[in-house]
């Protein structure tokens, strides 16, 4: 942060140590006036009475009443339930002591108060002892604390001069340690700066771009996978907009997240692999809900009234455990390493086996919840959260991902020469592949699904609600659409749900025509599941559009989803122009481009992966690496540099006439491969590869 006034310049860096749990404040104070100076700077932090915040907004007659302040040489302490560990422990509670602390300079005054630091008749705007120059020396006692600390400051013209605020919450001796260990404040900030630096660029130059569209580069390069490692490490759980209270990961949230890093840190991957596997029930459902101090064994499941009381979550959602086959093979397909397949993982209630016997567990999940038609249910949900098909309903989303996962597990069963379980599949795929093509094709699109009565959601006929985006995506996705259906179903929802914010998960929004299980009617039209432009889906339009082939059509709807193409939009979009939030609002809506509830969403993970896999083309399976960009037909030229399997490879892509897809010749180190793929036995440690596409 920079600012300017009346002669003085000042800046202030405020970062997390790598690998640390303090947040640094760096201040640096110029003098750029011709005239000595003499300030006081001040900083300021309000504390949280309670660590759990909600209690500390509902729960006053308790939270005001637990801290006080301290201050000590360099610090001012707040201790929460002080009295805690002296000599009793009283519901388990821990004491707390957090603090704020200045380092590299001398304490002129503090404050611990909030209310003294602000001063009557003031405000944020004009705090009291700011204004003054005094913070006054007052602590709390019970009610609000605060750390505040000012330091004097003698300036020279042109002289600098640098210091750090601290904030953390650590032991008393551990605290005075830390403040210590920043007594030569330059030196130690600067190179805490670099190591962090040097750590992000470490994971975000396993995989770049170098493309004619500076969105597409910022975006996949730094922003993008900056917003896939944050859900990845939080999933949903640290925002006060997004489950803020909710004490663990929702499942297939979390198997999502895990696929925007696989292609930059895919051995950090798959460590979060191991532990989603480890929370799949041993009936091959996921658990909805895998609560961070999670112990695999011996865990309740929704069949345990104790433990939905705990979680809140009644019943399985017909998706969850799905999301596992795309994440691991990715991982394996990314890695090389075959073997995890054969790795045992526990089962969240008791009993473990292989990865291949949890994932053909997964499918016999689907295959005892069929529904009416002997697709798979929609239960409690599928990735639709509004969508409440029940035990005879039925979902096309989860039907087309059933039929991928029994691609996949194809492949495995091929590796393994597993011949009674292909033989099951090819008893079981076709009829699913008939029944999607017999009963949920119509015309020019899919149909979502049907209710439990056997009515049909999604029908062109219908008078809202006629077509829904993600049956079309995932149709192409899983390779059951043909050709013709693809091209059909693509430019269906191009006319009818495209919008210059991207694309709609359904239109028309219900308002009339709702049936009882579509809880999106409680969204005003427009909004969210309703007729919203969910961000997450856009990916896989993106993927979808890409597979087939339609480069244009794909940049097409990146851009039009974007945060970094917003940028002269920013008073349509509100949100950042650099991170993807979960939605946008649609044309019914008078907002149309507004977007919402930023950083945790799964749009991190599939717009990566749209753009990675689809537009880029990288596509590695079990052997190697297929190359096979779809673009837009002005990039002429583009450059990849991407890690894999801990060779390099340097990818050049010619384009001198303009296709969006497709190839003419591909070499690795001068040498023509056999079509676009490149068999991992023909990389050496670093590779020239160069692809022709027109
Ligand atoms: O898929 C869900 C996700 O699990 C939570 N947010 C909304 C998405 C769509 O309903």
Known sequence: MLADYSGIHSEVLYYVPYGKTHEVWNVKVTNTSDVKRSLTVSGYCEFTNENNYEQDQVNLQYTLFITRTYFDKNRIKQCINENVNKGATINGADAKLRMFALAGAEVSSYCGDKEEFVGRYHSYANPVGVESGDLGNKLNYNLNSCGALATKVELAPGETKEFAFIVGMKPDAEAAALVDSYADVTAKCKAEYEELVANWHKKLNHFQVNTPSAEFNSMINTWNAYQCFMTFIWSRAASLTYCGQRNGYGYRDTVQDIQGIIHLEPEMAVEKIRFMLSAQVNNGAGLPLVVFDF????????????????????????????WLFPTVYKYIAESGNTDFIDEVIPYANGGENTVYEHLKLAIDFSMNHLGLHNMPAGLHADWNDCLRLGKKGESTFVAFQFYYAMNILREFATKKNDTEYLAYLDK???????????????????????????????SKKDPEASMWLNPQSWAVISGLATKEQ?????????????????????????????????????????????????????????????????????????????????????????????????????????????????????????????????????????????????????????????????????????????????????????????????????????????????
């Open 295 to 322: 112990v695999p064994g011996n865990s309740g499941t929704p069949d345990d009234p104790e433990w939905v009381k705990m979680t809140g979550h009644p019943a399985y959602r017909a998706d969850d455990a799905l």
């Open 428 to 458: 079981v795929q076709p009829e699913l592949y008939d029944n999607l093509q017999n009963l949920c094709w119509e015309d020019d699109r899919f149909i979502r699904g049907f209710m439990e009565n056997g009515t049909v959601i999604g």
């Open 486 to 694: 693809a091209e059909k179903a693509l430019e269906s929802v191009h006319r009818e749900i495209n919008s210059p914010y991207g694309v709609c998960v359904m239109g028309p929004s219900y308002v009339e025509h709702a049936f009882d299980g579509a809880l999106m009617l409680l969204f005003n039209p427009g909004t969210k599941e309703n007729g919203g432009i969910f961000s997450q889906p856009q990916g896989w339009i993106i993927l979808a559009e890409s597979l087939a082939g339609h480069g244009n059509r794909a940049f097409e709807y990146f851009m039009e989803s974007s945060p970094a193409a917003m940028n002269d939009k920013a008073e349509i979009r509100k949100l950042e122009p650099y991170c993807h939030g979960q939605f946008t609002e649609g044309p019914e809506s008078p907002f149309a481009g507004r977007s919402h509830v930023h950083w945790l969403t799964g749009t991190a993970s599939t717009v990566m992966v749209g753009c990675v896999e689809g537009i880029c083309g990288m596509r590695p399976d079990v052997n190697g690496i297929k190359i096979a960009p779809s673009i837009p037909s002005d990039w002429k030229e583009f450059t990849i540099s991407k890690d894999f399997r801990g060779k390099h490879l340097s990818i050049k892509v010619e384009n001198p006439n303009g296709a969006e897809s497709g190839y003419v010749s591909l070499t690795v180190n001068g040498k023509l491969m056999e079509g676009n793929y490149i068999p991992e036995t023909e990389l050496a440690d670093e590779n020239d590869v160069v692809l022709k596409m027109s």
